[in-house]
C-alpha cells in the first residue's frame, strides 16, 4: 500500500476508500486528449479495474492533445494507453476494446462498469453512452471541448426521472464544428480530462462537491469556472439504442475519390467557400444553418447519397441522422475528408 500512501493520509480517503476504488470498475469511452490523462489518473489511483474503448489509431494531427501517443505509432489508441496504464500501474486490470462503442456492444460494456467516464469527441457517441447509462441506472461523467472552452457534468442516473444529457441536449447536433474544423487549445482539453478524473475520484469515493447534476464551464483563456444548476426539460421515453438494428460506422463510412461521385445521386459538401474554393462538378454545397433540413429536401428513399467534410466526423454524424430519420435513404460519409 506504499503505492498509495500520499493519497490514504488524506482523512477523507484512508484506507476503507482505497478500499472502494480497488473495488470499482470504469468505463472509458474514447481515449485520445480526454480518455489519456482520465485513465492514466484512474490507473495511478489505484482503481481496480479500467475498460477502455476506442476504435481508432492515432493521427499526427491530434498529438498536440493526445500526450500518451508516439509520433508515428499506428496502433489501435485503447492498446496503446492500456499498455501505458498497465506500465503505471500493474495492480490496476485494464481490458482495451479494439472497437468504437456503438449500440450493439454498449449495453453489455456499461452493465459491467460502476462508472461511465464519456470523452469521445462524437456527439451521436455522447448521446449514446448517455442513454445507455440512464436505462441502466449507471452514473456518468460527462465532458466536453470547443476551442477554449470546457464543459463537465456528473449524471448520477439514480431514478428514470433523473437529468440526462438529454436535458441539455435534446438530440445530437451534426452542425456543431468538431476541433478539425476550428481548433482547440491543447490545454484546455488536458485541464478538462483532469478536471473529468477528479469528479470521477470524488464520486467514488464519495467526497468533495463535484457538479451532480450540474454543468461546469471552464474558459482556459482567463480561467474562469462556473457552474449552473440543471433543471429537468427531456420528458420524451429514453430510446434503447440496443433495441434497434444498429447503423454501424463500417455501414456509414466509405472510401470515395473524384471518379466514384457519378456512382452517387447526389453529392453534398459541408465545407465553406474558405476550405474548398471550387466544388467537384455536380457537389452541393451545404450551409450551416440546417444541413439535415437541405439535405432531406433533395434526397428520396432508394437513393444513394455521399456527404463529406473536412475530417469525416460530421458528414458521418449527419449521415447517421439522416438513415435514422429515413431508413430508406442510403446516405453514407466520405471517410477521409474532401474527396481527391
Not at 52 to 61: I, N, Q, T, Y
Request: hydrophobic share 40%; with cysteine; proline share 7%.
Amino acid at each position: 500500500m506504499s503505492r498509495y500512501q500520499r493519497q490514504t493520509i488524506l482523512p477523507e480517503i484512508g484506507q476503507p476508500g482505497q478500499q472502494r476504488l480497488s473495488e470499482s470498475h470504469v468505463l472509458v469511452v474514447g481515449c485520445g486528449g480526454l480518455g489519456g490523462p482520465v485513465a492514466a489518473y484512474l490507473a495511478g489511483a489505484g482503481v481496480g479495474t479500467l475498460t477502455l474503448v476506442d476504435g481508432d489509431k492515432p493521427e499526427a494531427s491530434n498529438l498536440h492533445r493526445q500526450v500518451f501517443f508516439q509520433t508515428g505509432a499506428t496502433e489501435n489508441k485503447a492498446v496503446l494507453l492500456a499498455r501505458h496504464c498497465s506500465l503505471l500501474n500493474p495492480g490496476t486490470r485494464v481490458c482495451a476494446h479494439e472497437s468504437y462503442l456503438e449500440a450493439s456492444n454498449a449495453k453489455a460494456l456499461v452493465e459491467a462498469a460502476d462508472l461511465v467516464v464519456e470523452c469521445s469527441d462524437h456527439a451521436l457517441t455522447k448521446h449514446l453512452v448517455n442513454d445507455a447509462c440512464h436505462l441502466l441506472g449507471k452514473p456518468l461523467v460527462y465532458a466536453a471541448v470547443h476551442k477554449y472552452e470546457g464543459y463537465l457534468a456528473v449524471f448520477p442516473n439514480e431514478s428514470k426521472d433523473d437529468l440526462h444529457l438529454r436535458d441539455l441536449f435534446p438530440a445530437p447536433d451534426p452542425t456543431l464544428p468538431d476541433c478539425a474544423t476550428v481548433g482547440v487549445l491543447p490545454t484546455a482539453v488536458g485541464i478538462i480530462a483532469l478536471l473529468q478524473a477528479n469528479a470521477a475520484l470524488c464520486y467514488l469515493l464519495q467526497i468533495g462537491n463535484p457538479p451532480v447534476r450540474q454543468l461546469l464551464t471552464y474558459n482556459a483563456l482567463d480561467n474562469h469556472q462556473h457552474r449552473l444548476k440543471l433543471k429537468k426539460t427531456y420528458t420524451m421515453p429514453v430510446p434503447e439504442p440496443w433495441k434497434k438494428a444498429p447503423i454501424t460506422r463500417a455501414k456509414l463510412e466509405t472510401d470515395a475519390t473524384l471518379a466514384d461521385l457519378p456512382n452517387y445521386d447526389l453529392v453534398f459538401s459541408m465545407l465553406d467557400e474558405q476550405r474548398e474554393p471550387e466544388l467537384p462538378d455536380g457537389v452541393i454545397r451545404l450551409t450551416k444553418r440546417n444541413p439535415f433540413g437541405q439535405c432531406l429536401e433533395r434526397m428520396e428513399a432508394g437513393g444513394k447519397y455521399l456527404i463529406y467534410c473536412n475530417s469525416g466526423k460530421l458528414s458521418l454524424m449527419l449521415a447517421s441522422q439522416i438513415r435514422k430519420h429515413d431508413g430508406g435513404i442510403e446516405a453514407f460519409s466520405l471517410k477521409t475528408g474532401k474527396p481527391g
